[in-house]
Every structure is written in structure tokens, then in C-alpha cells.
């Protein structure tokens, strides 16, 4: 989008940059959006378009005529967040149970480390393909980083409403 300045005959534009919009307005509104209705939900319970960097923005203390939503709109917003990020949470980190556990079995039964492909770019913007060792740890750090998002959504959900945990288990 271009947007004039002063008289078009002086040339001054300034081009908006959607996408670092957007991303300042994730990490305003906390990161790792859910997708909620066709929207992107947020934490805060702000939501934003799924398909366009330019938006739209939806506040959650108000509706699409600009009138104020109850209070109980925005308890149901950030239930809605945290329902939807703990499926996709649990879902994740029994995923990495199940790799951790399968590789882990493998190489038990191999004498030697099993090997994975990595690729990376060097100091000299070279693209290295490799085989290295098979790091089970690192694996197991991402299940642990997994089982304490878990965690933070179970807590979250049980502060905003008492017993919600026997809805979304």
C-alpha cells in the first residue's frame, strides 16, 4: 500500500510492511495464535484475519458496530484460546512421546549411533548437507518444553473457569 505524504509531485511515499505489522502485533498480543472461526485468536483474546497480513484486527471488548461485548465475551474468548492451543499442545507432545520412544527402541537394538541428515548453511552461505549422530537428548528437551506448555494451559483454563478441565480432557 502506498500512502502520499504531501503533493505527489515531491515524490515522498511511505509503503506500510503488512507482514512486520503483523508480526509486532503477535508478539503484542503473546504469540502462537490459534486458528478460531476462520480468525487467528490470540491470548488476550484479540483476534486477526488467518489469510491477510493487512488484517483485519478484531478487539475483543467490542463487537463489529463498535458497541462494548460483556465481560463474560472475553472469559469465553480466552477459554476458547486455551482449549484450542492445550488439544493442540497434547496432540504435539504425544507425537514427540511416540518419535522419542520408537528411535529410542532403535537404537537400543543397533550397535552403533544411529545417524539423521542435517542441512544448514555455513559462515560462507554454502549449504551443507551432513549425517550426524541421532541426539535423543535434544529430543527429550522438546518433549519436556511440550509437557510444560501442557501445563500452562491446564493452569490458565482452571483460572478461568473452576472445573474446565472436565470439559476439554
Do not use: C, F
Given at each position: 500500500m502506498r500512502i502520499p505524504l504531501s503533493k505527489p509531485t515531491n515524490g515522498i511515499v511511505i509503503r506500510i510492511d503488512w507482514k512486520a505489522y503483523y508480526l509486532k502485533f503477535v508478539e503484542q498480543h503473546g504469540g502462537f495464535p490459534?486458528?478460531?472461526?476462520?480468525?487467528l485468536l490470540f491470548r488476550d483474546g484479540w483476534m486477526y484475519s488467518?489469510?491477510?497480513?493487512?488484517?483485519?484486527?478484531?478487539?475483543?471488548?467490542?463487537d463489529n458496530e463498535g458497541k462494548e461485548v460483556p465481560p463474560e465475551k472475553l472469559i469465553e474468548l480466552k477459554v476458547a484460546y486455551w482449549s484450542l492451543r492445550l488439544k493442540s499442545l497434547r496432540l504435539a507432545h504425544r507425537e514427540l512421546v511416540q518419535a522419542f520412544d520408537s528411535l529410542k527402541q532403535l537404537q537400543l537394538s543397533?550397535?552403533?549411533?544411529?545417524?539423521?541428515?542435517?542441512?544448514?548453511?555455513?559462515?560462507?552461505?554454502?549449504?551443507?548437507?551432513?549425517s550426524v549422530d541421532l541426539n535423543l537428548q535434544a529430543l527429550e528437551t522438546r518433549m519436556e518444553w511440550a509437557a510444560k506448555d501442557v501445563e500452562e494451559c491446564e493452569l490458565h483454563l482452571a483460572q478461568l473457569v473452576p472445573n474446565v478441565m472436565n470439559s476439554v480432557a
Open positions: 490459534v486458528h478460531y472461526l476462520g480468525r488467518a489469510t491477510d497480513h493487512k488484517g483485519p484486527e478484531w478487539n475483543p471488548l467490542y543397533r550397535s552403533a549411533p544411529m545417524q539423521h541428515t542435517v542441512t544448514y548453511v555455513d559462515d560462507e552461505g554454502i549449504r551443507v548437507t551432513k
